[in-house]
């Protein structure tokens, strides 16, 4: 006998920074606003004490990403999520890590501090969009580097 759970009644959601991570406990049929708005007293609470986090003062201040996913797997590009749709109308799931992304106050321009996601390294570029970040591993990242910057002395001097 197959025994299926029922879906569950509460979502615990981890919203990241580059440093920091806020977990949320919500329905899955709350809206994204409300989500974003807990985000924002968590971030704006005496507790923050991550002085490299952007201040912020309002919920236009920053948004909710998500990663695409590409078989499961997190593809380097991020979608903002619709703070009009309910959680689960959103496509986010239970334990799903979301990512904030700050708009700068004085340009109104996005971007976002490098983030370390298990041994992985995701870099953007701050002057552009946050849509298209560069994922790599660190370690592969440094040795073919490396390898490249030797070889091209080499030849080079050649």
């Known amino acids: 006998m197959i025994h299926s759970r029922p879906p569950p ?3 615990h959601l981890l919203i990241k920074t580059h440093k920091t991570t806020i977990v949320v406990t919500t329905a ?3 809206s994204v606003a409300s989500v974003k708005s807990e985000v924002l007293s968590a971030l704006t609470s005496d507790v923050n004490k991550d002085t490299e986090t952007p201040q912020v003062s309002s919920e236009d201040d920053f ?16 979608e903002v999520v619709d703070t009009s749709l309910q959680v689960k109308q959103a496509g986010i ?3 799903e890590h979301l990512f904030i992304k700050f708009h700068d106050a004085e340009s109104g321009m996005c971007y976002i501090h ?4 298990r041994d992985r390294h995701c870099f953007t570029n ?8 560069l994922c790599i591993q660190a370690n592969h990242f ?3 580097t490396l390898s490249r910057v030797l070889t091209a002395t080499s ?3 050649s």
Not at 64 to 70: G, I, M, T
Not at 126 to 133: G, Q, R, V, Y
Request: charged fraction near 20%; aromatic fraction near 12%; charge should be positive.
């Open 155 to 157: 030849t080079r001097k």
């Open 63 to 78: 948004d909710l990403c998500k990663p695409f996913k590409e078989k499961g797997k997190p593809t380097g590009a991020y």
């Open 28 to 30: 899955p049929t709350a």
């Open 126 to 133: 701050h002057i552009t969009s946050f849509t298209l970040p």
């Open 114 to 117: 490098p983030i370390v996601v």
């Open 93 to 95: 799931n239970n334990w």
């Open 142 to 144: 440094l040795s073919s």
């Open 9 to 11: 009644k509460v979502y």
